[in-house]
């Protein structure tokens, strides 16, 4: 079969484009481990502060010595406030919201998930030293550009396990 030349290279130029495409994601899921930030996890979003994972925001480590934080949103603030973490360390964070569609975006990382009413978002990553700013990039209402946290990450050695007085902010600072 003869087949022209300008069609024969437009036939290796979309062979050799979709083995990029299809090389970066399988090495983007299988040598970093990235995958969508969601794993269909529902919640009812009038009880996610009764909710074991949500009732305290914050900071917390389970048996098994895995990092976790549990993050909701709400218009306009992101709770908790303020958070510290080790650096260099996978730590997993859920998050919910109480009311519409946030953008949880840990500036200047790979960390960032939409936030849904009704499920529980969750990705794992890991950073280095220094003070990063969490913001909303989902256009929530007047208050959008006030709806922003602070995360610390501290070498490794110097990083204290959140300990049962000072794990978290509460649902009490939610009101202040
Ligand atoms: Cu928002």
Redesign the pocket.
């Known amino acids: 079969m003869k087949i022209d030349l300008y069609e024969r290279v437009w036939m290796w130029g979309v062979g050799v484009m979709l083995a990029l495409f299809f090389g970066s994601l399988a090495n983007a899921s299988i040598r970093h481990g990235f995958h969508p930030p969601s794993h269909v996890e529902t919640i009812d979003p009038k009880k996610v502060f009764q909710n074991p994972l949500f009732s305290r925001q914050g900071v917390t480590v389970d048996a098994g010595g895995a990092v976790h934080v549990s993050v909701v ?1 709400m ?2 603030a992101w709770l908790p406030g303020e958070m510290v973490l080790p650096a260099e360390t996978p730590v997993t964070f859920h998050m919910t919201t109480v009311d ?4 949880f975006q840990i500036v200047r990382t790979n960390g960032q998930s939409m936030v849904i009413p009704g499920y529980v978002s969750q990705f794992t990553t890991s950073f280095k030293p220094g003070d990063y700013l969490i913001a ?6 007047v ?2 550009h006030t ?1 922003a946290s602070k995360l610390k990450v501290v070498p490794k050695g110097s990083w204290q396990q959140p300990g049962a007085l000072t794990s978290t902010a509460g649902v009490a600072d939610a009101a202040r």
Do not use: A, L, P
């Open positions: 949103g218009m306009f519409v569609i946030h953008g909303c990039n989902e256009y929530c209402g208050g959008h709806m």
